[in-house]
């Protein structure tokens, strides 16, 4: 769909953005693995599913700042950028979810949170430059 700009494969933003979803990934996969069992009611624990969110979410962080550097137009490059911070927060509030769960999984969320902390800072940087 689009071609990475090569100026981003150095960019400390997007390079971050690629590290939290290698992250999220082993995370989800550790956290699923002790919540995918069904409880002793039958139901199934919640909170596997914001174990699959954060994948998702932080799989979209690159392209979203792909487009944002190669869009043309200020304001949908602000869209872009706005994007990324909405993704950023939600990554942030399902790992503060995740960390009530049972599972021994939730012991790397903190490193998770600590990463996307230091993510924020990058981003503020990043929209500046847009």
């Known amino acids: 769909m689009y071609t990475t700009p090569s100026h981003l494969y150095n960019s ?11 992250l999220t990934r082993k995370i989800s996969h550790y956290l699923n693995y002790d919540l995918s069992n069904l409880k002793t009611d039958g139901t199934e624990d919640e909170n596997v599913y914001f174990s699959g969110d954060i994948v ?3 799989e979209l962080l690159g392209p ?3 487009k944002a550097e190669i869009e043309h137009y200020r304001d949908r490059k602000q869209k872009h ?3 990324v911070e909405r993704l950023t927060k939600m990554l942030y509030k399902n790992c503060k979810r995740l960390e009530k769960c049972n ?13 996307l902390k230091m993510f924020r800072k990058l981003q ?3 929209m500046l430059t847009l």
Not at 12 to 22: M, N
Not at 107 to 112: A, C, E, N, S, T
Request: proline share 6%; charged share 30%.
């Open 12 to 22: 400390p933003i997007y390079t971050k953005a690629l590290e939290i979803f290698s």
């Open 64 to 66: 979203e700042i792909i």
């Open 103 to 115: 599972s021994n999984g939730k012991d790397f969320l903190p490193i998770l949170r600590r990463e």
């Open 81 to 83: 950028a706005e994007s």
């Open 124 to 126: 503020r940087n990043w």
């Open 56 to 58: 998702q979410q932080s």
